[in-house]
């Protein structure tokens, strides 16, 4: 069961991506709740940079896992990606845009919205 879904600005959560589909239920939306291990709460716009960096800490998203239903990411691609691993990437400077409309409201119990604020994509 899906926790109630609002953005980080206590709004309806807005879809971040269907191409490819993105989400922890692969709904596009940073949904999350009991089922979702990792909170996948941050709608990101991931880099090269940011993709080496999740590859160094263990989690290959640029990798095809057909059995999670799930492709490899590129550059550009919009994503659902761990709050944790965000937060870790800002902490080295790698944190990608952040879509925040499309952002779960959970993600505020890893990071203020003053640093989200920063790194909205327009």
């Known amino acids: ?10 709004k309806p959560l807005q879809i971040c991506g269907y191409d490819p589909i993105t989400g922890a239920f ?3 939306c940073c949904n999350t ?7 996948h709460t941050v709608c990101a716009i991931v880099s090269d940079e940011f993709l080496e960096f999740s590859k160094s800490r263990g989690n290959d998203l640029t990798k095809d896992y057909p059995e999670y239903n799930f492709k490899g990411l590129k550059d550009g691609d919009r994503w659902c990606l761990c709050a944790s691993r965000w937060v870790e990437a800002y902490e080295v400077g ?6 925040l409309e499309s952002t779960h409201i959970n993600t505020l ?5 003053q640093i989200l604020e920063k790194f909205k994509f327009e």
């Open 94 to 99: 790698l944190a990608p845009p952040v879509i």
């Open 1 to 10: 069961m899906k926790e109630k879904s609002l953005n980080v600005y206590g």
């Open 33 to 39: 709740g009991p089922g979702d291990i990792g909170t």
């Open 26 to 28: 692969r709904d596009g």
């Open 109 to 113: 119990k890893f990071v203020s919205i």
